[in-house]
């Protein structure tokens, strides 16, 4: 556990430097460069892992490294775009909505790969043997979260465009007449 623990720390050391490169990017371009080339490095760290499960040590370090540099520079211009979008009298309770969602999605996503994890496992244990099914199972879950990343990319993408036609109330009680 404690080698594990070190290994997977390095999609974390990454996010000192992105989230400050994320903003920057944001407030000089536009937010959509940073989240764009963050979900291109999860993607290709999720495919990369996909594709050669048992990768040597350095080589699954550069996979958590592209990861780890993709995730501030999404959820960074992410956040603060929403941010923007909220009156100042509201920001804690936008905030507080967002960080709920992201809690929830993640326990739910983390929930959900598990039960994929096992699902996938169980079916090939009689056939490969419980190691390759571990390994094969694992290589399908990366190939499973690089597919639905590339969606979340799409929706993204696309939401992006739309401006919306409506606008909030300046007070909480305007237009209930």
Do not use: C
Request: net charge positive.
């Amino acid at each position: 556990p404690g080698q594990t623990g070190l290994i997977i720390s390095m999609a974390s050391m990454p996010i000192l430097f992105f989230s400050y490169l994320g903003g920057l990017l944001s407030d000089k371009i536009s937010p959509k460069l940073p989240i764009t080339l963050g979900f291109a490095l999860i993607i290709s760290s999720f495919f990369w892992i996909g594709m050669a499960p048992t990768l040597s040590l350095p080589t699954y370090f550069i996979a958590l490294l592209f990861f780890g540099m993709g995730m501030p520079l999404i959820f960074t211009p992410s956040y603060s775009t929403a941010m923007s979008a909220v009156p100042k009298e509201q920001m804690g309770v936008a905030f507080g909505l967002i960080a709920s969602l992201r809690m929830f999605a993640g326990t739910m996503g983390l929930s959900l790969m598990h039960l994929f994890l096992n699902v996938e496992k169980s079916q090939h244990v009689p056939i490969i043997g419980e190691r390759a099914a571990e390994i094969l199972s694992f290589s399908r879950l990366h190939y499973v979260l690089g597919a639905l990343t590339m969606m979340a990319f799409i929706v993204v993408f696309f939401l992006s465009r739309r401006k919306s036609a409506h606008h909030l109330p300046e007070a909480p009680a305007e237009g209930w007449d």
